[in-house]
C-alpha cells in the first residue's frame, strides 16, 4: 500500500535481542523498521547493538528498501542527541520517530536498586523525552511520533518497580509531546503491547517458559507477535492515523479489559 512512501523514519530500538533460542522470534523493533520499510519509509535503524542494527539494515535491503545503522546507547544524553542528528544527516530529515527501547531491572521494592531505578529511568523515559526535544524542531509539519509502552503502565504485573512506573510515564510525556505538537500537526501516539511472543517477551518469561499457560491468560488465546506490534505503529505513522493524537493503541489481544 505505500501508507509511508517518502517518509523519513527514525527507529530507535531497531535491532533484536541476541539469543540462543534457534527458534527465536523477531523483535518489536526490527518488526517495524522492516515492514515501515516496506511501506515506502527510509529508515534510520538505531541500536546499542551495531550487529544488530546493521541485520536490520541488511533485510531491508534485501527487500529492496533504504535503511543506514546507527549506533547509539540512550543512556547517554549526548548520544540521544547526535542520533537524532545522525538520523537527519543520513535521511535528509525526520518526519517519523518510534522509541522502542526499555529495560527492567529489580525485582520488588527490596530488590530494586537506586542504580537499577536510575538507569531503568534513564532508559525507559529520559531517553524518550531527549529525543523529542532533540527531534520536534528538525521535524517537517504532519510528522508522527510513536512511543512503545506495555500494559505493565495500566497496572503492575511485571514484578519490576522501575518498568511499571516508566512504561507509565512514557503515556504521560506522550501527551505531553501531543500537546507541543500539535500546532504544526505533529502528533505523538502510544502502541501498548501486551504479551507478547518476542526474544525480550521469552527472556521475561524464562522462569515459565510453557507458552501454552501463558496464552491461556489472554482473552483470545495466544500471544501475539511482533509483525502485529508493527502493523500498529505503522497505522498511527502513517496518514491514516491524521486525526489521531496523545492515545494508547493496546495490542493485548483483551488481556487489560476481557
Not at 11 to 37: E, F, K, Q, W
Not at 146 to 156: C, D, E, H, M, P
Request: aromatic share 4%; charged share 20%.
Amino acid at each position: 500500500m505505500k501508507r509511508l512512501n517518502d517518509r523519513l523514519l527514525l527507529v530507535v530500538g531497531a535491532g533484536t535481542r541476541a539469543t540462543d533460542d534457534p527458534d527465536a522470534p523477531i523483535g518489536n523493533g526490527r518488526a517495524i523498521s522492516i515492514l515501515a520499510a516496506r511501506e515506502g519509509a527510509a529508515v534510520a535503524c538505531a541500536d546499542i547493538d551495531a550487529e544488530s542494527a546493521e541485520t536490520t539494515v541488511r533485510e531491508i535491503e534485501a527487500d529492496g528498501g533504504r535503511a543506514v545503522p546507527i549506533v547509539a546507547d540512550v543512556a547517554d544524553p549526548d548520544q540521544c542527541a547526535r542520533m537524532v542528528d545522525s538520523a537527519a544527516d543520513a535521511l535528509g530529515g525526520i518526519d517519523g520517530i518510534v522509541l522502542n527501547v526499555g529495560i527492567g531491572l529489580g525485582a520488588g521494592l527490596a530488590g530494586t536498586s537506586v542504580a537499577d531505578w536510575d538507569l531503568a529511568i534513564n532508559v525507559n523515559l529520559r531517553s524518550h523525552f531527549l529525543v523529542c526535544k532533540a527531534a520536534l524542531p528538525l521535524m517537517g509539519d504532519d510528522g508522527s511520533i510513536v512511543f512503545l509502552s506495555s500494559v505493565a503502565g495500566f497496572r503492575a504485573g511485571s514484578g519490576s518497580p522501575s518498568y511499571d512506573s516508566t512504561k507509565a510515564g512514557i503515556l504521560g510525556l506522550c501527551r505531553h509531546v501531543g500537546r507541543e505538537g500539535a500546532k504544526r500537526r505533529i502528533r505523538a501516539n502510544v502502541v501498548v503491547p501486551g504479551l507478547m511472543d518476542t526474544p525480550i517477551g521469552r527472556a521475561a518469561t524464562s522462569e515459565n517458559p510453557n507458552r501454552d499457560r501463558i496464552a491461556a491468560l489472554v482473552p483470545l488465546g495466544r500471544q501475539g507477535t511482533a509483525w502485529e506490534v508493527a502493523a500498529a505503529t505503522v497505522f498511527l505513522l502513517s496518514g491514516e492515523a491524521s486525526y489521531i493524537t496523545g492515545q494508547p493503541l493496546v495490542v493485548d489481544g483483551g488481556l487489560t479489559t476481557l
